[in-house]
């Protein structure tokens, strides 16, 4: 779907084969998955083209990131794109990954007709902030996640 300048870095649809890279990924930022859980979570994603997952490979094929983008449709405003995760690996950020995911992921939401793309990023992650920003993403606002479990 898109390349890096150096053409050693693609991005591409995720595939259920994807899954023990993707988990090890999320493990990364602190999500810990199993393969078996990344599995489940992809098959059960709305197959009506309101998400979609991309993963980054290098030049030799190693997925080194992945980005999952959504269609949120509150109430209170119209649809936008979110993400709702993205992972570079921690041994490869600054090599143009991560902007090709955010690339890739801009390209959907245009596609979907959506004006806008927004994500959350945990507030101690200071370098995501500074590498949203560096992409045009402007800070929004500042909240407090709750979870209650039942």
Known sequence: MAEAGSKSLTVREAALA???????????????????????????????????????????????????????RPLEHDAVAEIAGLVVDEN???????????VAVEHWALGKGLPAVVLRSNVIRDAAHQFYESLGYTRIKTQHAFRKIL
């Open 92 to 102: 490869c950020r600054g090599a143009g990954a991560g902007k090709l995911l955010m």
């Open 18 to 72: 994807d899954a023990a890279c993707i988990a090890a990924l999320a493990g990364q930022l602190s999500y810990p998955s199993t393969p078996e859980d990344v599995v489940q979570r992809l098959r059960g994603l709305p197959q009506d083209g309101t998400h979609a997952v991309f993963v980054a490979e290098d030049g030799a094929g190693r997925v080194v990131g992945w980005a999952h983008v959504f269609v949120y």
